[in-house]
């Protein structure tokens, strides 16, 4: 076991948490990637500086929402050509970007082993006071599953699309088959109004609480807002503007609450 690997491990023997904040969701495109790159930057903004992991390994985009161009990235780590702080690409938001590969195959297919390898090199780029953000793919797949039992929280991004709740119900029900206990909370993105998120949040709470018998808190809501589209495309996170909209504001808020926590 590796010095960083060991630090993951409680006195009592089980393994510790990753001090992390895992970005997840299910489905593809709610949000997920926008969520984990502006409440990077918002932590930064309130004072540390971040370090966002891009945990989509098989298509990662992260870094161009941070209009970052990575020349190497975790594949190469993982191969052992580069070491972890030779991929680390600083933006000038106050975020370091560990940036991921997109169109490699094997990336998608960790081992245990390398998996496990991958996030002791994350744990040592974890600095106390801040968590670090880790994106996820969608799915349940081996990889995000395997972050999602690593970090200490992880936020569940679900839309109001009924789609979107079945399959953040069913991420949130494997999880709790295969890694029982953890963190989960939720993350309400693209809502119509703060109604419309509060009762997407009870109907997950309360399936989540009848067949699963767990508590799911609800983290937080982001307002649908042409503005964190528009950041995409300009490739500039919205979280960095002096002003902030609706959706940077609720990120913000966020952000705000997680800092408060004990890192
Ligand atoms: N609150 C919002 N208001 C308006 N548009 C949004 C909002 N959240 C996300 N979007 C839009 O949805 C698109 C998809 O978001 P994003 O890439 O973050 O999703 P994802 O869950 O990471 O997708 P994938 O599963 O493919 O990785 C963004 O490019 C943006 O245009
Ligand atoms: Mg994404």
Redesign the pocket.
């Known amino acids: 076991m590796t010095d960083q690997a060991a630090k993951l491990r409680t006195a009592v023997g089980g393994p510790a948490r990753l001090s992390a904040i895992a970005v997840t969701?299910g489905k593809?495109?709610?949000?997920?990637?926008?969520?984990a790159v502006n409440l990077a930057v918002a932590l930064a903004k309130l004072g540390q500086p971040t370090v966002l992991v891009d945990g989509?390994l098989g298509?990662a985009?992260a870094d161009m929402l941070l209009g970052l161009a990575p020349e190497r990235t975790l594949a190469d780590v993982l191969a052992g050509t580069c070491s972890i702080s030779e991929v680390l690409l600083h933006s000038p938001f106050g975020v370091s970007l560990v940036p991921a590969a997109s169109g490699v195959d094997e990336l998608t297919r960790l081992s245990p082993e390398r998996m496990e390898r991958m996030i002791s090199l994350l744990a040592g780029l974890a600095r106390p006071g801040t968590p670090l953000v880790i994106d996820t793919?969608?799915g349940i797949g081996r990889e995000v599953l395997g972050i999602l039992k690593a970090v200490r929280v992880t936020l569940v991004?679900v839309t109001p699309d009924p789609t979107s709740m079945t399959d953040a119900y069913a991420l949130i029900k494997v999880m709790e088959q295969q890694h029982p206990g953890g963190d989960l909370r939720l993350v309400i993105?693209?809502a119509d109004g703060e109604h419309e998120a509060r009762q997407v949040a009870t109907r997950l709470q309360t399936v989540a609480r009848t067949h699963l018998k767990r508590e799911l808190p609800l983290a937080g809501w982001?307002?649908?807002?042409?503005a964190?589209?528009d950041s995409?495309r300009r490739r500039k996170p919205l979280a960095a503007g002096a002003t902030l909209g609706p959706?940077a504001a609720a990120i913000r808020n966020l952000a705000v609450r997680l800092r408060g926590e004990p890192w």
């Open positions: 969701g593809g495109g709610v949000g997920k990637t926008c969520l989509d298509m985009n793919a969608a991004v993105n693209l982001i307002p649908r807002d042409p964190l589209a995409v959706a």
